[in-house]
């Protein structure tokens, strides 16, 4: 059997050595993925697209990462690419508010960022799960430094207007609580020969052991006050050196006031696959992805121009546009193929000949209302006061959300938190305000968990999705039904043209959904031109 | 719970269910909202999009003004956007909590839907005379005209 074992992998090694010789490392790791030696992922790498027709053009709608990532691929492959963008920048969603930056929503309110420089606001997305490896893919492509952006953060708070007089709660405690007294109670039943006929003999024992170690239990099986729950609540007077250095132990929560607080609803988040450790962001903001995409393609994306029709025949796909900045004349845009990557609240707007069928997806889902707050203050109180270093404060004002910076710990000077995450009719109510109004009152909020604001908020900027020009709406919130009824009309080749996005993934409003939706649709796309010649 | 507002938070801090009210407008809760009237709703949800002057806006795309808009001769057209969406809009009408959506549901009464549509109708330079009822609002529910004889 040894002898077998080793003459197969022997043969294995060869055909591996093999293969990387003519094909090349990726190759050698997709057979090492077919044999079962490397880890199994979703992710496949960029399509390999060879083969391309010469002369094959495609004109991409959008300088989002959908949009970026088709063009940066398709032109590697050997299409001609053309990309047409509304906004004056690359990214879309993907964005960085800093110091300096000017940003005027609809209706005309302008607001100017007045953060310090270094300092900046993600107002779309800003974080990075481990496993977006298409993502992270792409940051290791262009050279995109990345540092942990920290989810949990146990001494961050849990917060309820109505629990504890309204006095935020670290997450430690709440979490030790919780966990303790649910611990106590399932020690109690299964001593009280309660669970016979579920667990048998020998697996109670080693329930009763394993909630002592989950719940920090006492030797009697109890959540007290006393060593054990102080290590995971934290102590009333933390321990020291010298005279005077014994530590105070804590007094846990009663489980009625940990439970009609309803704090614990808060516990779970971190659980949540998406937010799961480790999670990442680009060093000086998200927005650094955008950017370094924008320079791969410098030259190719036309900046300013807001697409106003669509047009397919049987020889291609022409594009009507007009100066952004001032309407009136049209110029046009051809090209063999086109990928779309405009958001369906816009393109539902768009005249394009397409089949029924993908102009009814194209209508069909409406678009999420989201705010994010960005708020300067003086120092950074929230490190030099409360010990909070990144992570995530959760309450139910409508401000929803505090987090804080997940960069620059432990420096002097100031610093700039996300002083609010609304969704859901909180975020209809904060966007039908002026800016500086959801500035207001997310300080006003945010001063009854942090009482420092009242001294040393400076300034603020708030973005409301449903006002971005560039999106009117912050993303594509598909059902159950609505994905049955219409996503994969919308995720078709409809003639020459096909869409992208994170509204054509199951990941919306992640970056990855709209990185892995452009490598699925140039794919397929490429084949189709491959299998039907040269346009 | 979630209703403490800026001027007078001092005032109510901590003290929970109290509906808290500022000099620019009231901030509402699910379940306050159902207080809301027609004005107050314009304010609060359709103005984010349509703008407090209700001329709409455009960026790349646009958001329909509700002035001087001829679809606006037809209540039962707009009863039709509020309770079953638009594109990018969703929808407003009353249904069972327990859709998977990402976010809860902002729902408006019947009552709601007419009262608001009646305000627009009615202000910003429009003078429509034929009000909307909620019975109007309710027969338009899927359920109500699928059980009409």
Redesign the interface.
Known sequence: MQGEDSQLSMTRRDLLRLIGLSAGGAAMYAVMNRLGLAAESPYKGAPVLQGAPRGTSVLILGAGLAGMVAAYELRQAGYKVQVLE?NQRPGGRNWTLRGGDTYTE???FTQHCQFERGLYINPGPWRIPYHHRGLLDYCKKLGIPLESFVQVNYNAYLH???AF??KPQRYRAINADYRGHIAELLAKVTQQGKLEAQVTKEDQALLLDSLRRWGALNDHYAYVAGHSASNRRGYDKEPGGGLSAKPLDSQPLQLHDVLSSRLWSGLADGENYEFQTTLFQPVGGMGRIGEAFGRQLDGVIRYNA??TAIHQDEHGVTVSYED?RRSGHIQTAHADWCICT?????L???PMNVSAPMAAAI?A?????SVKIGLQFKRRFWEEDEDIYGGVTMT???INTISYPSNDFNRKGKGVLLGAYL????A??F???PPE?RV??AV??G??IHPQYKQEFENGVAV?W????????CFA?W??ELRAKHYDNLCQIDGRIALAGEHASYL?AWQEGAVTSAMDVIARLHQRVVAGGAA | ???????V?LLL??T?NAVAQTS?ST????DS?KTANGEAIF???????H??DAKG???????PALANNPKLASPQYMAAVILF???????FAERPAD??????D?MLTDEQIAEVINYVRTHFGNHYTNNITAADVAAMHPQSVATKP
């Open positions: 509304y609809l209706g005309g309820s207007a109505q007089g309204g807001k697409v952004a405009i958001p369906l609240s816009i539902s707007q768009i209508g889902v409406p678009y999420a209302a139910d004002l409508p969704y859901g009719l909180d209809y109510q966007t039908a305000m109004e207001r009152r006003e909020y001063s009854q409301a449903h006002r971005a020009p560039f999106t009117l709406g919130t059902t159950d919306p | 719970m979630k209703q403490l507002l800026f001027i938070v801090a901590g929970g620019d901030f509402y809760t699910y909202l304010h609060a949800i359709c103005q984010g999009c703008m407090p806006a455009t960026g790349a795309g646009t958001y969406g638009r594109h990018d809009m969703p929808s859709r998977k959506n990402f976010f809860r902002t």
